[in-house]
Every structure is written in structure tokens, then in C-alpha cells.
């Protein structure tokens, strides 16, 4: 499957509002997860069963559920029709080829982000969609696979940390993406050490070295496509009028719209710091090759003048002194081929092959 689009052969010819899953199920059973908390308090609870989980639900709390595993089309139905989210919206969860999105219903918004994680063994940065339906005083994640990227804000509402038990729900949706947006920071700056590094390295350019250098461009390209959208979700965010979102919250989602400026910065960056580094890389072999052939030039110079003088005068001379010696003819043999021995000495010591 393509990495820069997912396949949509299965919604081929589907109605709009079909509840269809488009990815790859990365989970054999669905996880399931309540955090219900106030200004006092704090409960924490896993279920088996979907149904089960929505009776717990109490809206006189902010309650969080969480989702591992959204391949399970039934029980994206029973929620969205607990809570009276539309098709579409369901749909666009259930599509994990999508881009960062927002999407408003009377009485909830739904908001699709991404999730990266970045392997710095293999150099490969991989991409999961995360959900999240905002309702009064109800937070629904979704996510493809069960991962860590919100135990920073679970530690938060379990040991009472910050305001966040003070908050409503929209303040909850915010500290779930910042962790996000922290991840790609976090993730650019690893990726970034090591694309700095590879400078010095240029200096003796080898076939190796162009192969990491396209790999750090594609994964950057990839980075860059999935981090920017978000852009766009937080701009429509922030116009909202919606009554989910308080006044008093704004300030907060436009900080975290500023340090998703920041990631998008660097991600720039470090795209065009591969573009010069591959720029400076195929510079270093045109500038070798030249060394080469400046060294080969002069090898023909010397051996041009003395070539044209044996070929007009030969050896057709009457004394030539090793012309009746019984060795002579190994001799030769013996200078031509150290000759070229040498050259193939200094050749391979300047690294020209």
C-alpha cells in the first residue's frame, strides 16, 4: 500500500455516510477505556464491552473515552448512535487515509489529527490517525492501535496536575493534540540531529551515503505531509462559534496554533536542508570526477609526445642493446604489466574506483 495515499477501492461507488473501514487493522481486539473526573475526583476503567462502557458514562463529570482499535464497525455505530454523531463524521473516522480535518455537527465537533512515530534504527517514520469527537462534557478518541502518546495527560488527571480538572471538555481536546504536536517537535529534533551530521560526511561522498540522504528526504516529504494539514484544522478551530469551545479556552488553542507553526518551520527546514545537502552531495562527485580526470589529463599529456615519437622512429634502429638478449621479450612483459600495476595502485588510492 502506498504510504502517500491509501487505498480507496473499498468505497468505490459507496454513499456518502457508509461506514466503511479503509486501512489496515493493526489491533485484534479493541481496547476500551473510561477516565471520569471532576475538581474532586478522579475513576479510571477498562471495558469489554461497548455498551457496558456507555451506561458508565456520567455527564454530570468530564468523562474521556478512549478507543484502541476502530476496525470494529459495530461498535463505531453503537457510539455514534449514543451520541447522535452523523455518518459523515463517522466515516471520515473510520477512513485513516485522511487528512487532519474539521468536521462540526449540531451537537459535537468531530477532529482528525495524526499521530507519528519516528524509528531512528531504521530511519522510518510511521503515521496513525487519532480521532477525537468533542461533546458536552464527553472527549471520544479514536485510535488505529493502543499507544502512549496521551500518558502524559493521563498522569495529569490522575495525580490532579494543572487545570484540567478545573476545565471543561474543550480544554481536555486541547491537551490531547498539544501532546501531539509536542511528539512532532520531539520526533523533527531527532530526525534533525542526525540530518546535520550527514554535512561532514560529504566530504567523501559514497554511494551509501546518497542512499541515506534520499531516505531522509522521502521520510522529511512524508513528515511534511501529514503535519501540515493541521494547520488548516486549527485555523477553522479558532473561527468556530461553537458553544463546545469557551471564550476563556481560545488562548490556549492559539498557542498550540503557534507551536504547530513551529513544527511545520522545521519540517521546512529540514527539507531544504536535504535538497542542499543532495545539491552539495552531487557537487562533490562532479568535483571528484573533475580531480580524476584533471589527473588522467595529465597521464595522456606526458605519454601523447613520447607515443607520436614511437610511432614514427619504432625500435627500427640498428643497435638496440637488449634487441639479441634471450630475456628481453619477458623483460617487457615484466614493465608493462608493472606500469599498469602502478596505476591501478595510485588509482585506488585517490579512491577513483
Not at 194 to 209: H, V
Not at 289 to 303: D, Q, R, W
Amino acid at each position: 500500500m502506498a504510504r502517500f495515499l491509501k487505498s480507496r477501492i473499498k468505497a468505490k461507488g459507496a454513499a456518502p455516510g457508509s461506514l466503511i473501514f479503509m486501512g489496515k487493522q493493526k489491533m485484534d481486539n479493541i481496547g476500551i477505556r473510561l477516565f471520569k473526573y471532576n475538581e474532586h475526583e478522579t475513576s479510571e476503567k477498562e471495558f469489554k464491552s461497548i455498551d457496558k462502557a456507555l451506561k458508565a458514562i456520567d455527564t454530570t463529570q468530564i468523562n474521556w473515552l478512549n478507543i484502541d482499535g476502530i476496525h470494529e464497525i459495530e461498535v463505531i455505530q453503537k457510539i455514534g448512535s449514543h451520541f447522535n454523531i452523523s455518518n459523515l463524521a463517522l466515516e471520515n473516522i473510520l477512513n485513516t487515509g485522511q487528512r487532519s480535518k474539521f468536521f462540526e455537527d449540531k451537537e459535537s465537533i468531530t477532529l482528525l489529527t495524526k499521530a507519528i512515530y519516528y524509528n531512528s534504527e531504521e530511519n522510518k517514520i510511521t503515521v496513525e490517525q487519532i480521532s477525537f469527537v468533542l461533546l458536552n462534557n464527553v472527549v471520544i478518541s479514536f485510535q488505529e492501535k493502543k499507544g502512549d502518546h496521551f500518558e502524559p495527560v493521563r498522569k495529569r488527571i490522575r495525580d490532579n496536575i494543572g487545570r484540567i480538572h478545573k476545565s471543561k471538555s474543550d480544554y481536555l481536546v486541547y491537551a490531547l493534540i498539544d501532546s501531539l504536536v509536542d511528539n512532532y517537535l520531539i520526533n523533527l529534533e531527532q530526525m534533525g540531529e542526525k540530518i546535520e551530521t550527514l554535512e561532514a560526511k560529504l566530504d567523501n561522498p559514497t554511494k551509501e551515503i546518497s542512499g541515506i540522504l534520499f531516505q531522509y528526504k522521502t521520510e522529511i516529504s512524508y513528515f511534511r505531509k501529514t503535519i501540515k494539514p493541521l494547520k488548516e484544522l486549527l485555523i477553522r478551530l479558532l473561527r468556530s462559534k461553537n458553544d463546545l469551545i469557551e471564550d476563556t479556552n481560545m488562548a490556549y488553542y492559539h498557542e498550540l496554533y503557534d507551536l504547530n507553526e513551529q513544527a511545520i518551520d522545521a519540517v521546512e527546514n529540514y527539507f531544504t536542508m536535504t535538497n542542499d545537502l543532495i545539491n552539495l552531495y552531487n557537487t562533490n562527485i562532479s568535483n571528484k570526477a573533475n580531480e580524476v580526470m584533471k589527473v588522467l589529463t595529465i597521464f595522456a599529456s606526458i605519454f601523447i609526445p613520447l607515443t607520436f615519437i614511437a610511432g614514427i622512429y619504432g625500435t627500427n634502429f640498428e643497435y638496440v642493446p637488449e634487441l639479441h638478449y634471450k630475456y628481453s621479450y619477458f623483460i617487457m612483459w615484466g614493465v608493462l604489466i608493472s606500469v599498469a600495476g602502478i596505476m591501478l595502485y595510485f588509482f585506488r588510492k585517490n579512491k577513483w574506483f
